[in-house]
């Protein structure tokens, strides 16, 4: 079991690299905002949930290659921005953002020999935006259930498998899909890099993007974060869950030569 005080501190160095992403972000005029347990957090804690150990963010398809171009030039020291392209032993298809002052070991890789950075992390997902039709409703479902099948063991796969050539092909059919962000009566999805829930969202509840403070900060957020997290969560996410289903992803964490953020 993770310390409180210990997971806080790790937390902090997180919102330490999203300071630094939004900077970024905003020298370069790329479009970001928060998503999933990061979303809920600013929602219902206005911050971190408080037993979560990770950010999470997703960017429109055009924006994140930009940042996947010009990221590691732009970042400092204390972050690694870990691609498969950079590295090679990471066997997963989105970004992170990955910690140089602190260390995750997350459950599927407990007692593995790992080769990958361990730094703790910010995800950066693509999306994209799709004709909203029954048609590529079903196909975006079941590329994103064929896709966890085809990926690596992790927390969102338990049974995956590691097949990165049939699993491109499948992000790449998916890709074909894509449409300018300027259509109307379409869905913003998940590019398939990280296939979680297979959640979609109505473009004009998305755009333009709003803020909500998240530890004090204003950051961006979809412009109503209620119908996004609909989408997301089949459980009532305003209320806190039983203590039994508060879990944490990782199994410990470390600070590097005793730092604190």
């Known amino acids: 079991m993770i310390k409180a005080d210990l997971l806080r501190k790790a937390q902090l160095i997180m919102l330490d690299m999203l300071i630094e992403f939004d900077a970024v972000c905003k020298q370069h005029a ?12 600013a929602v219902r804690h206005q911050g971190f949930i408080p ?8 960017m429109p398809l055009e924006d994140y290659l930009k940042f996947l171009e010009i990221g590691a030039n732009e970042l ?17 298809d989105y970004i992170k953002l990955r910690s ?7 459950f599927h890789e407990k007692d593995q020999s790992v080769n ?15 004709d909203k039709t029954e048609e590529n409703l079903d196909f975006y479902k079941e590329s994103l259930k064929q896709i966890r099948e085809l990926s690596s063991i992790s927390l ?13 092909e499948l992000v790449k059919a998916l890709k074909q899909k894509h449409l300018s962000w300027k259509q109307s009566n379409t869905v913003v ?6 296939p979680d829930v297979a959640a979609y969202f109505d473009l004009a509840e998305v755009f333009p993007l709003g803020t909500l403070s998240f530890e004090g900060i204003n950051f961006p957020v979809p412009k109503n974060p209620s119908h ?6 089949s459980f009532d996410y305003r209320q806190l869950p039983p203590e039994n289903q508060r879990k944490i992803h990782a199994h410990s964490i470390t600070l590097s030569n005793g730092e604190l953020p």
Do not use: C
Not at 51 to 58: C, E, L, M, R, V
Not at 116 to 130: A, R, T
């Open 228 to 233: 996004y997290l609909d989408a997301i969560y």
């Open 76 to 92: 400092s020291d204390k972050i690694y921005l870990q691609a498969s392209q950079r590295d090679p032993d990471f066997k997963f």
């Open 51 to 58: 037993w979560d150990d990770d950010i999470d963010i997703s």
């Open 189 to 194: 999805i998940y590019g398939g890099e990280m």
């Open 156 to 168: 969102h796969t338990p049974n995956g498998l590691d097949k990165p050539k049939e699993r491109a």
């Open 100 to 106: 140089n002052q602190a260390s995750i070991v997350e």
């Open 116 to 130: 990958y950075h361990q730094g703790v992390f910010v995800d950066i997902f693509p999306m994209l935006n799709m």
């Open 30 to 41: 790329l479009q970001y905002w928060l998503d999933s347990g990061t979303l809920l957090g």
